[in-house]
């Protein structure tokens, strides 16, 4: 059982939004920066987001984080079918001195 | 351009041990953070261990006392030595490299992960 918690699938359909919610404690997300990992299928993740709201070079700005209190979210913007992909959350754990993961949430493109 | 391209997996017997590598280029191992990340097949991700730029090393709890985490300078690699390994740690083992700061500890690079299959 992963510290963060993820819905494990989400869709929607071409041209919509999603979200993505991320929870975790004040150990983790209530106080540390938040990071986000796309993952296609068959490949490494990648960094999306990153510090809960700041975009690497060469990411669209479709793509979104926010966070408020223990919980993150991502948001992704005029949904593509090469958006589908396992999307993770992670941050540090203070408690636990350690990196932690969400379970991570499946995105569908209907 | 910034590259990690790991190699050493394979299929190891329970209680065995096998060495993985991840060799970097388009920039300095032994002045940045270096991490692996692990996934069992079908799961999420897994932080395994880090080993900071001043050489000091920290590991998951799952891991503690069976791996570790090293780096020849002069190869400009990164390596996990894995012993007593058990059928839980199957699993693709991706190298990255850590961001680290005050408050935060995310990867900006990613390697394209090396499996590791541990049965008898």
């Known amino acids: 059982q992963s510290v963060l918690t993820q819905p494990p699938s989400v869709s929607a359909a071409p041209g919509q939004k999603v979200t993505v919610s991320c929870s975790g404690s004040?150990?983790?997300?209530?106080?540390?920066?938040v990071s986000w990992y796309q993952q296609l299928p068959g490949t490494a993740p990648k960094l999306l987001i990153y510090?809960?709201?700041q975009r690497p070079s060469g990411i669209p700005d479709r793509f979104s984080g926010s966070k408020s209190g223990t919980s993150a979210t991502l948001g992704i913007t005029g949904l593509q079918t090469g958006d589908e992909a396992s999307y993770y959350c992670?941050?540090?754990?203070?408690?636990?001195?350690?990196?932690?993961f969400g379970g991570g949430t499946k995105l569908t493109v209907l | 351009e910034v590259q990690l391209v790991e190699s050493g997996g394979g299929f190891v017997q329970p209680g065995g041990s096998l060495r993985v590598s991840c060799a970097a280029s388009?920039?300095?191992?032994?002045?940045?953070?270096m991490s692996w990340v692990r996934q069992a097949p079908g799961k999420g991700l897994e932080w395994v261990s880090v080993?900071?730029?001043?050489?000091?090393?920290y590991y998951a709890d799952s891991v503690k006392g069976r791996f570790t985490i090293s780096r020849d300078n002069s190869k400009n690699t990164l390596y996990l030595q894995m012993n007593s390994l058990r059928a839980e740690d199957t699993a693709v083992y991706y190298c990255?490299?850590?961001?680290?700061?005050?408050?935060?500890?995310?990867?900006?690079?990613w390697g394209q992960g090396t499996l590791v299959t541990v049965s008898s």
């Open positions: 990255a490299r850590p961001v680290i700061s005050r408050r935060a500890f995310y990867f900006d690079y």
């Open positions: 388009g920039f300095t191992v032994s002045s940045n953070y």
């Open positions: 080993i900071y730029s001043g050489g000091s090393t």
């Open positions: 004040s150990s983790n997300i209530g106080n540390n920066y």
């Open positions: 510090d809960n709201n």
């Open positions: 992670g941050t540090w754990d203070s408690s636990l001195s350690a990196v932690v």
